[in-house]
């Protein structure tokens, strides 16, 4: 059986697929408000192009693909993407990243579709707040969960950036949300990724601090959940929610690691805090073949550092996080 294996013996399992580099939010710590150098269109791949590389992906081991942005529903018919995906052989695992915005409406098409887990980025319960660090309305966002809820998804995983002195405070809301709504619920630290990454490192909260604040109020029983992602999990003793730490500064999870990055223009990057890229899109347009796409992408992967640098040079990656998909 083929399967991808990096330099550091690490195999590659997951690909994390970007559709668009935009996104109806402005969260500061992710895109700033002033950013308007988005690619154009014809820049990003086109549906059959993705469908092509991700064939080649799942030909040679990958099993689990996770589809982002910017925010992926402002992609066009991103619905008609998930069809040409879900049918893909050795692909079990074909999720979605969501600010949750629009999701009201594509609840219902993206789980026929063939979506079946969703992750929802929300960091407070608060409009006001809300609208301070994403210069959106909370409502929305509400109201596209409760549609993802009806509609079958499960698990749906809320992600909360904790930002010291921005939202600290509301961990204990989002937990007892969750366990109303029987939503996993992930927090996250903030990373130095653009210029509006580095600014948000002004918050640094670390998540080990997080924990203990949590284990005064909750039972926490040491947990496993599918997904293939970074997360560290806990069940909350007594219930079926579930609470987990992505810990890139505090605790980062480097030696695990079993992903890539396909961003919107199909440049395939190695790591979310280093520059290691792999451009597939002027060869895919050049006319290459099906095996030697597979080649390249064999390549891209021998090009994957051992680790990201987000602590010693938090400076270095200059492109946003909205950019490469998270």
């Known amino acids: 059986m083929n399967q991808l294996i990096d330099p550091f013996k690490r195999p590659i399992e997951y690909v994390r697929l970007s559709v668009t580099d935009r996104c109806d939010l402005r ?28 064939g080649a992906f799942t030909r040679l081991g990958v099993s689990r693909i996770r589809i982002t942005g910017g925010e992926p529903l402002v992609r066009r018919n991103v619905d008609q993407l998930v069809e040409k995906l879900a049918v893909l052989p050795g692909l079990d695992d074909l999720s979605m990243s969501t600010n949750a915005v629009s999701l009201s409406r594509f609840a219902q098409p993206l789980y026929a579709a063939g979506v079946r887990r969703l992750n929802v980025s929300l960091d407070t319960l608060q409009a006001e707040r809300f609208k301070t660090i994403t210069k959106g309305k909370l409502d929305k966002v509400i109201k596209g969960l409760m549609a993802a809820k009806e509609a079958g998804f499960s698990p749906i995983k809320i992600n909360m950036v904790v930002m ?8 204990e809301d989002m937990v007892e949300f969750c366990l109303k709504h029987d939503f996993t619920l992930r927090f996250i630290e903030t990373m130095p990724m653009g210029s509006s990454g580095l600014e948000a490192t002004d918050h640094y909260q670390d998540l080990q601090e997080i924990k203990h604040r949590l284990q005064q109020h909750y039972d926490l029983i040491p947990s496993f959940m599918p997904g293939g992602g970074p997360a560290r999990y806990f069940n909350i003793a007594g219930s079926k929610a579930n609470i987990g730490f992505i810990t890139p500064i505090s605790q980062h999870f480097c030696d695990t690691c079993n992903r890539v990055r396909l961003s919107a223009d199909g440049t395939l990057y190695m790591c979310l805090g280093q520059e290691h890229n792999f451009p597939l899109r002027p060869l895919l347009r050049a006319g290459i073949s099906d095996h030697e796409l597979e080649n390249a992408i064999r390549a891209a ?6 680790k990201h640098e987000f602590n010693e040079k938090p400076e270095q990656v200059v492109r946003f996080m909205s950019f490469t998909g998270g």
């Open 301 to 306: 992967i021998d090009l994957k550092p051992e």
């Open 27 to 54: 969260c500061f710590y992710c895109m700033p408000e002033d950013h308007h150098q988005f690619q154009e269109p014809a820049e990003w791949l086109s549906f059959d192009e993705i469908q092509r590389v991700i």
């Open 164 to 171: 010291k002195g921005i939202n600290d405070d509301e961990v």
